[in-house]
């Protein structure tokens, strides 16, 4: 017999957020689990961003509830969501063009371990090894040295990885991780993310439009329509929906043949 389950990654329940006459985001629940990569799919306006923005601080639900390791961050501003272990790659995550990987990532681990109290590092160097173990990471281990400004789109996308990780997160937030790159960077982007979560059992929630990324590199698929969930299951589950290929999948899904 086991003890009881620990609690998801991120629990959502009831998730509510309006504009105006605009509901964005109407009743929405999921939990996601450490580990597990969950892509949230839908057509332009479906609410994603919304949902995003509210699990990460920066919206204040009208109603509803989320919890992060089982603990209620519903409504704390994103400083403090982010100090609970939520990164968010992409879009908040601010890169200094004029310092170089390395110094890009060692300030992130600075402000990390400041925010948990450790002692400021003696022996100096200030996690200059930890940098450079999490550039090896991501896949730039070479190019520790160049400042970020020099760097092509799919680098500075890495180096954004690296950034969100120097926050030791336990859920990670990606919103169109792979929006503007080519077709085979995204894929080498989203297997060096999958191995990383896998490694170190973060919880991946991300949106993608990108039907190759998505059945690829997702555990589980939700699928947002209008502020509502409207499917849930495996890939392979998701694909086969008939009101998902409604609303959708469309062209995708019909030349895997099926009536
Ligand atoms: P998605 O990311 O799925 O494309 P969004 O969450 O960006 O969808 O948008 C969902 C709906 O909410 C859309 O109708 C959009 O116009 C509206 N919306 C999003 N953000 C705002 C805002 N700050 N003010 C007013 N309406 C918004
Ligand atoms: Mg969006």
Same mark, same amino acid.
């Given at each position: 017999?086991?003890? %009881?389950?620990?609690? #998801?990654?991120?629990?959502?329940?009831?998730?509510?957020?309006?504009?105006?006459?605009?509901?964005? /985001?109407?009743?929405?629940?999921?939990?996601?689990?450490?580990?597990?990569?969950?892509?949230?799919?839908? #057509?332009?306006?479906?609410?994603?961003?919304?949902?995003?923005?509210?699990?990460?601080?920066?919206?204040?639900?009208?109603?509803?509830?989320?919890? /992060?390791?089982?603990?209620?961050?519903?409504?704390?501003?994103?400083? $403090?969501?982010?100090? $609970?272990? /939520?990164?968010?790659?992409?879009?908040?995550?601010?890169?200094?063009?004029?310092?170089?990987?390395?110094?890009?990532?060692?300030?992130?681990?600075?402000?990390?371990?400041?925010?948990?109290?450790?002692?400021?590092?003696? %022996?100096?160097?200030?996690?200059?090894?930890?940098?450079?173990?999490?550039?090896?990471?991501?896949?730039?281990?070479?190019? %520790?040295?160049?400042? %970020?400004?020099?760097?092509?789109?799919?680098?500075?996308?890495?180096?954004?990885?690296?950034?969100?990780?120097?926050?030791? #997160?336990?859920?990670?937030?990606?919103?169109?991780?792979?929006?503007?790159?080519?077709?085979?960077? $995204?894929?080498?982007?989203?297997?060096?993310?999958?191995?990383?979560?896998?490694?170190?059992?973060?919880?991946?929630?991300?949106?993608?439009?990108?039907?190759?990324?998505?059945?690829?590199?997702?555990?589980?698929?939700?699928?947002?329509?209008?502020? $509502?969930?409207?499917?849930?299951?495996?890939?392979?589950?998701?694909?086969?929906?008939?009101?998902?290929?409604?609303?959708?999948?469309?062209?995708?899904?019909?030349?895997?043949?099926?009536?």
């Amino acid at each position: 017999m086991s003890a %009881a389950a620990p609690p #998801p990654a991120l629990a959502v329940d009831g998730l509510v957020k309006a504009f105006g006459g605009v509901v964005a /985001v109407d009743g929405v629940s999921l939990a996601v689990a450490a580990g597990e990569r969950v892509a949230l799919i839908g #057509p332009n306006g479906a609410g994603k961003s919304t949902l995003f923005n509210m699990i990460n601080g920066q919206l204040v639900p009208d109603r509803g509830r989320i919890r /992060v390791g089982g603990n209620d961050v519903t409504g704390l501003p994103p400083h $403090r969501i982010w100090r $609970r272990g /939520v990164a968010r790659t992409f879009q908040i995550t601010a890169t200094f063009a004029s310092m170089s990987l390395r110094e890009n990532v060692q300030t992130a681990l600075l402000s990390c371990h400041r925010r948990m109290r450790s002692l400021w590092p003696r %022996a100096s160097g200030l996690y200059r090894s930890e940098a450079d173990d999490l550039l090896a990471r991501v896949g730039l281990a070479e190019q %520790a040295d160049r400042v %970020a400004a020099e760097l092509a789109y799919g680098d500075l996308k890495r180096l954004e990885l690296a950034l969100a990780l120097s926050n030791a #997160p336990t859920l990670l937030l990606m919103d169109e991780p792979t929006a503007g790159m080519a077709g085979g960077e $995204r894929g080498a982007l989203m297997a060096t993310v999958s191995a990383i979560v896998r490694e170190r059992a973060i919880a991946v929630l991300f949106t993608e439009h990108d039907m190759d990324v998505v059945f690829g590199h997702a555990d589980r698929v939700l699928v947002l329509d209008r502020g $509502r969930l409207i499917a849930a299951g495996s890939p392979a589950e998701v694909r086969a929906d008939p009101q998902v290929r409604a609303v959708y999948l469309g062209s995708y899904v019909a030349e895997a043949g099926a009536s």
